[in-house]
């Protein structure tokens, strides 16, 4: 099933007068169970490119369906809705909300959902467990490393169940060691339970990983490998 | 030197939001200080017109020694000099002749001591606002010696218009000064310490009765812009010969007003103390955010070798600029609005300002359109501007640029 | 909506700096109103207070007449049961009989109309404040006949000192011009230099003396406390009613009126306050907003709606509020309690007003149900405030999330 689709998607930025295309006319098309990452130097426009895809950007010409909803035509709370029920989001940084717990952290997204409060603590708990942070879920996020932290971010992502993953540079600020234990988690997730995971970065760890590697450069793709 | 100022310059520009929040609190600083001290001037001023509209006017010529010792022998004739500097000035729309003195009041075996105002009446008119006082009678002639009493006298020897007063004082050197004459009309005053005992006269009658033909006790200006007052104070001092006459304003002739007032100032200042307190936090509070939010980027240029004292230096720049920036602004928004309430001044309601009335007076409170008050309180808040300044730059000399990166 | 509150009030405690401004803000909010509203009816007071002791007393007694004219001729009939009257009401604390006239004094140098009160020393002292007010001399302590006490404006204007001879003129009843020989005794000073000019104090019995009756013109009286004044003045129009019985607010309705008069100006001084710590805080919260770009725009990115977000930042303004208002009323309340004893001296502010009594110390008062409103407003107020920068937090965009360093 197709997941993401772009169409002849453009941003244009204009800056005193000049204009600068960040994203140059992409088609996409991501299907159901992709471990694909979009690489690119910076000011390629792979940022601005999963901006849009995550629908917390506009664009300028095209159009984005995300499970065949064309998210260009929906109100801003319709999209706010859209991506709570849709899309799991894992920043490079500042992903909790420092003041809950990890538990809680997880249980929020639900919580916007309307999920009772006995399915919340349940799954919590399951996903917790899942990205192997089952003896942190009262612990604070200033409380964890980067790692765990990060692992938090997916486990939040995962809650709302939604139809894929965006993870802007999740490994950038981890070591070695926490980088591998996140990759692995989440191939894990994408092998076993069809999670698509869709990620923009630099790391040469995750492009490793990936198993579609997508390369921007100027706002064009000029590579689509698969593995 | 010149690169600070340039960089202080575009540091504020940089990042438009900040500054304007910081000029903004600095601006609400400045107009709501003069906004409301303009209020209690306004007050103020108006009390002095009120009580100056009275009866002395704002300020007065006399012999040079008359104030000391108010005797019809420290009378004078005015040189025309004097008379035409009075006439050429545009800022004196008038100068009232008077020859004052004290006199004994008496009818059938009623007596009275009274002060006896020698004036040209309708020039005191204009300055003491008596036709609306007139409640009986009429005024006399300028060539007649009819006279005007007030009321008080005149329910003491139970007068009326037509009725005759006999007038019994002592003349310019000595000579005796009695007389008796018609009253052609009444005044009532609203203050009783004038309504009780005078009598207005033609001028020219008076100094017949006192042997004191063409002789002053004072020349009263009539002034239309109070604020202009020091001034006008200063260009007749300079012309005017001091060794022959004594040049008084409001605050020598009516030493009480300006202890009132002063009385009154050192309350109002300290309210005006309590609302410095809360703007002074509106601004600490907004330099205490902007220090916090740029912390990543002193630490940056402290690293890149920027040395302390020069980015304190900008920071002091960046503090002045949007201080005096706020500050024109500040003032320019104020005047306008200070400018509807001196002509639309707050009122009083009910029995407040039935009480004022009584006195004769307007219950309203004005606000003044001093430059004075406006520059004074811009400087005030600039200072407290620098003041705050303090905690940014107390905060760049303890700042540890890797510990600031990583905010 | 639990959770938002819960997130809400842990968020206030994670920036204390953000957190103590905007507290701070209220506190400063509250204690201003409270101290500016206690400061100005005190104010009020001190004067009502310093007039009620210096010149016109809580209640004064005439002949009807007398005040058309202030003439000698309308003295007091019957002095002695207007003592009664005075002697058994329970609420007046003390009387003082005077002797009221125009005159003229004459020193060698010069001579000035005056107005002779004639007094009975030990009445007026429970009375009035002149006793205290003397910068020079005694207060009619020697048992000399003819002493008089005199205001520092007209020594000087007269060209006499303490032991100094001058001449005092006047009239007696039947209009006969009677004059005495008087030595200073000592030298008064007052607020007003008008009135140090033109006012002298003798005592009755030399009056009395000097125009050969006994008479009195005027009682002036104190009662107990200023609360009494109302019915122990209705007592004495009803068993008095052959007099002129006048209250303090009847003689000088200015100041009856003084605190209406104040309340014009203390609510245009409350809106100025009110104002600038409104907008006091919108800066602040904007401040802070712009702060938390990031983080809110990550909520609004994993979506928390609109409404939850302005809501968030509402609730976290509301219990800062919740925080503050407690505190600004007990450091208002403190600050009251401190100065209303010790009082405030405004001489630190003003330049050496002279005064006699009560003088430059002011001491704040208020009535509680201040509290109550001067907190509830600000509460509002912080409110409001917080409304143009909740709006402007709704602006961020979610991208400001995914901004990468």
Same mark, same amino acid.
């Given at each position: 099933?197709?997941?993401?689709?772009?169409?002849?998607?453009?941003?244009?930025?204009?800056?005193?007068?000049?204009?600068?295309?960040?994203?140059?006319?992409?088609?996409?098309?991501?299907?159901?169970?992709?471990?694909?990452?979009?690489?690119?130097?910076?000011g390629?426009?792979?940022?601005?490119?999963?901006?849009?895809?995550g629908?917390?950007?506009?664009?300028?010409e095209?159009?984005?369906?995300?499970a065949?909803?064309?998210?260009?035509?929906?109100?801003?709370?319709?999209?706010i809705?859209?991506?709570?029920?849709?899309?799991?989001?894992?920043?490079?940084?500042?992903n909790?909300?420092?003041?809950?717990? %990890?538990?809680?952290?997880?249980?929020?997204?639900?919580?916007?959902?309307?999920?009772?409060e006995?399915?919340?603590?349940?799954?919590?708990e399951?996903?917790l467990?899942h990205?192997?942070?089952?003896?942190?879920?009262?612990?604070r996020p200033n409380?964890?490393?980067?790692?765990?932290?990060?692992?938090? %971010?997916?486990a939040?992502?995962?809650?709302?169940k939604?139809?894929?993953?965006?993870?802007?540079?999740?490994? %950038?600020?981890?070591d070695?060691h926490?980088?591998?234990t996140l990759?692995?988690?989440?191939?894990?997730?994408?092998?076993?339970?069809?999670?698509?995971?869709?990620?923009?970065?630099?790391?040469?760890?995750?492009?490793?990983?990936?198993r579609?590697?997508?390369?921007?450069?100027?706002?064009?793709i000029?590579?689509?490998?698969?593995? | 030197?010149?690169?600070i +100022?340039?960089?202080?310059?575009r540091?504020?520009?940089?990042?438009?939001?900040?500054?304007?929040?910081?000029?903004?609190?600095?601006?609400?600083?400045?107009?709501?200080?003069? +906004?409301?001290?303009?209020?209690?001037?306004?007050?103020?001023?108006?009390m002095?017109?009120?009580?100056v509209?009275?009866?002395?006017?704002?300020l007065?010529?006399?012999?040079?020694?008359?104030?000391e010792?108010?005797?019809i022998?420290?009378?004078?004739?005015?040189?025309?000099?004097?008379?035409?500097?009075?006439?050429?000035?545009?800022?004196?729309?008038?100068?009232?002749?008077?020859?004052e003195?004290?006199?004994?009041t008496?009818?059938?075996?009623?007596t009275k001591?009274?002060?006896?105002?020698?004036?040209?009446?309708?020039k005191?008119?204009?300055?003491?606002?008596?036709?609306?006082?007139?409640?009986?009678?009429?005024?006399?002639?300028?060539?007649?010696?009819?006279?005007?009493?007030?009321?008080?006298?005149?329910?003491?020897?139970?007068?009326?218009?037509?009725?005759?007063?006999?007038?019994?004082?002592?003349?310019?050197?000595?000579a005796?000064?009695?007389?008796?004459?018609p009253?052609?009309?009444i005044?009532? +005053?609203?203050m009783?310490?004038?309504?009780?005992?005078?009598?207005?006269?033609?001028?020219l009658?008076?100094?017949?009765?006192?042997a004191?033909?063409?002789?002053?006790?004072?020349?009263?200006?009539?002034?239309?812009?109070?604020?202009?007052?020091?001034?006008?104070?200063?260009?007749?001092?300079?012309?005017?010969?001091?060794?022959k006459?004594?040049l008084?304003?409001?605050k020598?002739?009516?030493?009480?007003?300006?202890?009132?007032i002063?009385?009154?100032?050192?309350?109002?200042?300290?309210i005006i103390?309590?609302l410095?307190?809360?703007?002074?936090?509106?601004?600490?509070?907004?330099?205490?955010?902007?220090?916090?939010?740029?912390m990543?980027?002193?630490g940056?240029?402290?690293?890149?070798?920027?040395?302390?004292s020069?980015?304190?230096?900008?920071?002091?720049m960046?503090s002045?600029?949007?201080?005096?920036?706020?500050?024109?602004?500040?003032i320019?928004?104020?005047?306008?609005?200070r400018?509807? +309430?001196?002509?639309?001044?707050?009122?009083?309601?009910?029995q407040?300002?039935?009480?004022?009335?009584?006195?004769?007076f307007?219950?309203?409170?004005?606000?003044?359109l001093?430059?004075?008050?406006?520059?004074?309180?811009?400087?005030?808040?600039?200072?407290?501007?620098?003041?705050?300044?303090?905690?940014p730059?107390?905060?760049?000399l303890?700042?540890?640029?890797?510990?600031?990166?990583?905010? | 909506?639990?959770?938002?509150?819960?997130?809400?009030?842990?968020?206030?405690?994670?920036?204390?700096?953000?957190?103590?401004?905007?507290i701070?803000?209220?506190?400063?909010?509250?204690?201003?109103?409270?101290?500016?509203?206690?400061?100005?009816?005190?104010?009020?007071?001190q004067?009502?207070?310093?007039?009620?002791?210096?010149?016109?007393?809580?209640i004064?007694?005439?002949?009807?007449?007398?005040?058309?004219?202030?003439?000698?001729?309308?003295?007091?009939e019957?002095?002695?049961?207007?003592?009664?009257?005075?002697e058994?009401?329970?609420?007046?604390?003390?009387?003082?009989?005077?002797?009221?006239?125009n005159?003229?004094? $004459?020193?060698?140098v010069k001579?000035n109309?005056?107005?002779?009160?004639?007094?009975?020393k030990?009445?007026?002292?429970?009375?009035?404040?002149?006793?205290?007010?003397?910068v020079?001399?005694?207060?009619?302590e020697s048992?000399?006949?003819?002493?008089?006490?005199?205001g520092?404006?007209?020594?000087?204007?007269?060209?006499?000192?303490?032991?100094?001879?001058?001449?005092?003129?006047?009239q007696?009843?039947d209009?006969?011009?009677?004059?005495?020989?008087?030595?200073?005794?000592?030298?008064?000073?007052?607020?007003?230099?008008?009135?140090?000019?033109?006012?002298?104090f003798?005592?009755?019995?030399d009056?009395?003396?000097?125009?050969?009756?006994?008479?009195?013109?005027?009682v002036?009286?104190?009662c107990?406390s200023?609360?009494?004044?109302?019915?122990?003045?209705?007592n004495?129009?009803?068993?008095?009613?052959?007099?002129?019985v006048?209250?303090?607010?009847?003689? $000088?309705?200015?100041?009856?009126?003084a605190?209406?008069i104040?309340?014009?100006?203390?609510?245009?001084?409350?809106?100025?306050?009110?104002?600038?710590?409104?907008?006091?805080?919108?800066?602040?919260?904007l401040?802070?907003?712009f702060?938390?770009?990031?983080?809110?725009g990550?909520l609004?990115?994993?979506g928390?709606?609109?409404?939850k977000?302005?809501?968030?930042?509402?609730?976290e303004t509301?219990?800062?509020?919740?925080?503050?208002?407690?505190?600004?009323?007990f450091l208002?309340?403190?600050?009251?309690?401190?100065?209303?004893?010790?009082g405030?001296n405004?001489?630190?502010?003003g330049?050496?007003?002279?005064?006699?009594?009560?003088?430059?110390?002011?001491y704040?008062?208020?009535?509680t149900?201040?509290?109550?409103?001067?907190?509830?407003?600000?509460?509002i107020?912080t409110?409001?405030?917080?409304?143009y920068?909740?709006?402007?937090?709704?602006?961020?965009?979610?991208?400001?999330?995914?901004?990468t360093?």
């Open positions: 099933m197709e997941i993401i689709k772009t169409t002849h998607l453009t941003k244009v930025y204009s800056n005193n007068g000049l204009e600068v295309k960040a994203v140059n006319h992409i088609d996409l098309s991501i299907e159901e169970g992709e471990f694909t990452a979009i690489v690119g130097p910076s390629s426009g792979k940022t601005t490119l999963l901006n849009m895809i629908g917390l950007d506009d664009s300028t095209g159009t984005v369906k995300i065949g909803t064309n998210i260009n035509s929906l109100s801003e709370n319709e999209l809705d859209f991506r709570l029920k849709n899309i799991g989001f894992v920043f490079q940084a500042y909790l909300i420092p003041v809950l717990t %990890a538990k809680e952290n997880v249980e929020f997204i639900m919580l916007l959902q309307g999920l009772s006995k399915e919340r603590k349940q799954r919590s399951e996903l467990n990205v192997g942070l089952a003896d942190k879920l009262d612990s409380q964890l490393s980067g790692g765990q932290q990060q692992r938090v %971010a997916v939040r992502a995962l809650a709302s939604p139809s894929f993953i965006l993870a802007d540079e999740p490994t %950038a600020n981890l070695s926490s980088t591998s990759l692995d988690m989440m191939a894990e997730m994408n092998e076993k339970e069809k999670v698509t995971f869709l990620f923009s970065t630099h790391d040469q760890r995750v492009i490793d990983k990936a579609r590697v997508i390369t921007i450069e100027d706002g064009k000029i590579k689509d490998e698969r593995r | 030197m010149k690169m +100022f340039k960089m202080a310059w540091n504020i520009w940089r990042s438009k939001r900040r500054s304007i929040i910081t000029i903004s609190s600095i601006f609400f600083a400045v107009f709501f200080a003069v +906004f409301a001290r303009s209020f209690q001037i306004g007050v103020y001023n108006k002095i017109a009120n009580m509209g009275m009866y002395t006017g704002y007065q010529i006399h012999q040079n020694g008359f104030w010792e108010q005797s022998d420290n009378s004078f004739i005015p040189d025309q000099s004097v008379l035409d500097l009075l006439h050429d000035n545009k800022d004196i729309t008038d100068f009232n002749e008077r020859l003195s004290f006199a004994l008496a009818s059938d075996n009623l001591g009274a002060i006896i105002m020698g004036v040209n009446l309708e005191e008119d204009g300055l003491m606002d008596l036709s609306p006082k007139l409640i009986s009678g009429e005024f006399p002639a300028h060539t007649s010696s009819s006279l005007l009493i007030s009321e008080g006298l005149a329910s003491y020897y139970n007068m009326s218009v037509g009725d005759s007063l006999i007038l019994l004082g002592q003349g310019y050197h000595g005796s000064a009695n007389g008796i004459f009253v052609s009309g005044l009532k +005053f609203p009783p310490n004038l309504n009780d005992r005078l009598v207005l006269m033609p001028i009658a008076a100094q017949e009765l006192y004191a033909p063409e002789r002053l006790t004072s020349l009263v200006l009539q002034i239309d812009k109070p604020e202009k007052l020091n001034k006008l104070k200063k260009y007749i001092s300079k012309k005017l010969d001091l060794e006459y004594e008084l304003d409001w020598s002739l009516l030493p009480e007003l300006v202890q009132t002063q009385a009154d100032s050192a309350g109002g200042v300290i103390g309590v410095y307190m809360i703007i002074s936090f509106g601004i600490l509070g907004t330099l205490l955010m902007m220090t916090a939010e740029r990543r980027e002193f940056i240029l402290i690293s890149i070798g920027m040395r302390k020069k980015l304190i230096l900008t920071l002091i960046e002045l600029f949007m201080g005096i920036l706020a500050s024109i602004i500040g320019s928004v104020v005047s306008p609005v400018y509807y +309430f001196n002509r639309n001044p707050i009122r009083l309601e009910d407040a300002a039935e009480s004022i009335e009584a006195f004769g307007e219950p309203v409170i004005p606000a003044s001093d430059m004075d008050i406006a520059m004074n309180h811009a400087g005030i808040v600039l200072l407290i501007v620098l003041i705050c300044t303090i905690y730059i107390v905060t760049i303890r700042l540890k640029p890797v510990k600031a990166m990583r905010t | 909506m639990k959770t938002t509150i819960k997130i809400a009030w842990r968020n206030i405690w994670r920036t204390p700096m953000r957190s103590f401004l905007v701070g803000s209220i506190v400063m909010g509250i204690w201003a109103g409270i101290f500016v509203i206690a400061f100005s009816y005190g104010l009020n007071k004067r009502t207070l310093s007039s009620i002791k210096n010149s016109i007393s809580h004064q007694i005439h002949h009807p007449e007398y005040d058309k004219d202030y003439d000698s001729k309308y003295f007091l019957n002095p002695d049961l207007i003592k009664t009257e005075l058994t009401n329970a609420n007046i604390k003390a009387f003082a009989f005077r002797s009221l006239l005159g003229m004094i $004459s020193s060698p001579s109309g005056v107005r002779i009160i004639g007094i009975n030990n009445q007026e002292k429970e009375v009035t404040g002149i006793h205290s007010g003397l020079e001399g005694n207060y009619f048992k000399r006949k003819n002493q008089i006490l005199i520092e404006a007209l020594s000087k204007k007269l060209k006499v000192k303490l032991r100094s001879k001058i001449v005092l003129t006047f007696d009843t209009n006969n011009i009677v004059a005495g020989a008087f030595r200073v005794c000592g030298i008064f000073k007052t607020q007003y230099t008008k009135y140090d000019e033109g006012t002298v003798i005592q009755n019995s009056l009395q003396r000097l125009i050969k009756s006994k008479e009195f013109h005027q002036a009286l104190l107990n200023l609360d009494d004044v109302d019915s122990t003045y209705h004495l129009k009803t068993n008095l009613n052959d007099y002129e006048k209250d303090w607010k009847t003689i $000088s309705p200015e100041l009856a009126y605190d209406e104040m309340e014009t100006w203390l609510f245009l001084i409350m809106i100025i306050i009110m104002l600038a710590l409104i907008f006091g805080i919108i800066n602040t919260m401040m802070a907003v702060e938390r770009r990031r983080e809110l990550m609004m990115a994993i928390m709606n609109k409404s977000v302005f809501f968030l930042i509402l609730t509301f219990f800062l509020s919740l925080i503050g208002a407690p505190m600004g009323m208002g309340a403190l600050t009251i309690k401190l100065t209303s004893e010790t405030i405004l001489a630190i502010v330049e050496g007003l002279q005064s006699v009594g009560l003088g430059n110390v002011i704040p008062v208020i009535e149900k201040f509290y109550i409103f001067i907190s509830v407003m600000v509460f107020f409110l409001i405030a917080a409304i920068p909740s709006r402007k937090a709704l602006k961020l965009k979610p991208t400001e999330a995914i901004r360093i």
